[in-house]
C-alpha cells in the first residue's frame, strides 16, 4: 500500500479518501464539483488510481471525477486472507459505489478496469449513464467471450507468461517482487511513451507492491486468469436492455500487445454497435500513460456531446 499521504513528487496532488464499506481500507480520489456528473475511473492490473492523473486534473474543473483502488492495489488495503478475483473486485466496487450514493455515473474503464465495471452496469444499470471504454475490455454476456479471451491469451506476451509462471510455479515469486521488477512488468504489458519514465514515476507504480505480502492484488488478478477462479458477470435483461441504450465510447490504444483489438473491441460493438469507435495509432495497452492529452480531449468531447 502506498503512503496515503505521498503525493509522488507532486505528480498526484489529490485530496486521498478513504471507506471501510467493502470490509477493508479503501482509497479513493474525489475531484471536482459534488453536484456535478460523476466519472467513475477504474484501472486495472499492476496499476491504481495514478494512471488517470492526468485525466483528473483536466476534467475535474466540469466533473465530479472518482478514481478508487481497487483492493490491493494503489493507496488501498491488501487485506491478507481474502481472495482476489474478479467478483471481489465487483463487490467492492458496488459497496463503495452504494456507500457514496453515486448515480448518474460515466464509467471510465482500462484493462481489467472493464471486467469491474461493466460487472457493476449488470448489477446497477440504473446508476449507469455513459460507459467509455480505455483499452478496457467490456464482457456483458457474450456467448463469444470465453473464445476471445483464448485467441488473445495465445498472442499475448503477458497472457502466454502468465500461463507459463503458474505451470512452472514461478508466478507468485515474481509478482510477489513486482515492487523491484514494475517497470519489466509494465513494459510487457505495453507503453510506447519511454520518456514518461522518472524516478517519481517508477515510483508512483512500484509503492504499492514494497513486499510479497503487498502483491496479493497483482498476484490474484494473474493467478485468477490461469486458473480460471474469475467469474464474469452475466446481466439480466432488463439490465442488458438498459445498458445497451446508454452513450458509449471506445477508446483504443493500436499498439496495445496485451488485449489485441481484434479480440475485444468486437466485444464493445456486439453492445455498441452505434457507438464511436477511436484507434490511436502508436498508442501501447497504457493508453492514459502514451496519450493523456488525447484521451482527454476524446473524453470531454464525448461528455459535452452526450
Same mark, same amino acid.
Given at each position: 500500500?502506498?503512503?496515503h499521504?505521498?503525493t ?5 496532488p ?5 471507506t ?5 481500507r479503501m482509497h479513493y480520489?474525489?475531484?471536482?464539483p459534488a453536484?456535478g456528473?460523476?466519472?467513475l475511473c477504474?484501472?486495472g492490473?499492476p496499476?491504481?488510481g495514478?494512471?488517470f492523473?492526468?485525466l483528473?486534473? /483536466? %476534467?475535474?474543473g466540469?466533473?465530479r471525477?472518482?478514481v478508487?483502488?481497487?483492493m ?5 488495503e491488501?487485506p491478507?486472507g481474502?481472495s482476489?478475483?474478479l467478483?471481489?473486485h465487483?463487490d467492492n466496487?458496488?459497496r463503495?459505489?452504494?456507500? %457514496?450514493?453515486? /448515480?448518474g455515473?460515466?464509467?471510465v474503464?482500462?484493462d481489467f ?5 461493466m460487472g457493476?452496469a449488470a448489477?446497477?444499470p ?12 467490456t464482457?456483458?454476456?457474450?456467448? /463469444?467471450l470465453?473464445q476471445r ?10 497472457f ?9 510455479g514461478s508466478l507468485e515469486?515474481?509478482?510477489g517482487q513486482?515492487g523491484?521488477n514494475?517497470?519489466? /512488468? %509494465?513494459?510487457l ?10 524516478d517519481a ?7 504499492p ?12 488478478w ?8 474469475h467469474?464474469f458477470?452475466?446481466p439480466?435483461a432488463a439490465?442488458?436492455r438498459?445498458?445497451?441504450?446508454k452513450?458509449?465510447?471506445a477508446?483504443?490504444?493500436e ?6 483489438a481484434?479480440?475485444f %473491441?468486437?466485444l464493445f460493438t ?5 457507438a464511436?469507435?477511436?484507434?490511436l495509432?502508436g498508442v501501447?495497452?497504457y ?12 473524453v470531454?468531447a464525448?461528455m459535452?456531446?452526450?
Open positions: 500500500m502506498t503512503d499521504a505521498t509522488l513528487a507532486g505528480t498526484f489529490y485530496t486521498p479518501h478513504f471501510d464499506s467493502p470490509g477493508f480520489v474525489d475531484e471536482g453536484d456528473e460523476v466519472l477504474l484501472h492490473e496499476t491504481w495514478y494512471l492523473r492526468d483528473i486534473k /483536466t %476534467l475535474r466540469t466533473w471525477v472518482v478508487p483502488d481497487h490491493g492495489f494503489g493507496k488501498s491488501t491478507q481474502r482476489y478475483w467478483q471481489d465487483i466496487l458496488e463503495l459505489v452504494l456507500s %457514496l450514493d453515486l /448515480t455515473i460515466t464509467l474503464m482500462h478496469g472493464g471486467p469491474v465495471g457493476l448489477r446497477h440504473d446508476r449507469i449513464r455513459r460507459v467509455i471504454s480505455a483499452n478496457g475490455p464482457p456483458f454476456g457474450q456467448a /463469444t470465453p479471451v483464448m485467441a488473445n491469451a495465445a498472442e499475448s506476451p503477458w502466454r507468461w502468465i500461463a507459463k509462471a503458474e505451470a512452472d515469486t515474481v509478482l513486482l523491484f514494475i517497470l519489466s /512488468t %509494465l513494459k504489458n505495453g507503453f510506447e511513451h519511454n520518456a514518461i519514465i522518472s514515476w517508477l515510483a508512483a507504480y512500484a509503492a507492491f514494497a513486499t510479497p505480502a503487498d502483491c496479493l492484488g497483482a498476484i490474484g494473474a493467478k485468477g486468469f490461469a486458473t480460471g477462479a467469474r458477470e452475466t439480466d439490465a442488458e438498459a445498458i445497451r441504450g452513450p458509449a465510447l477508446i483504443w490504444g499498439a496495445d500487445r496485451t488485449l489485441g481484434e479480440h %473491441l468486437p456486439e453492445i455498441f454497435p452505434a464511436p469507435v477511436k484507434r495509432a501501447g495497452h493508453c492514459l500513460e502514451d496519450a493523456p492529452a488525447a484521451v482527454a480531449g476524446l470531454s464525448f459535452r456531446q452526450t
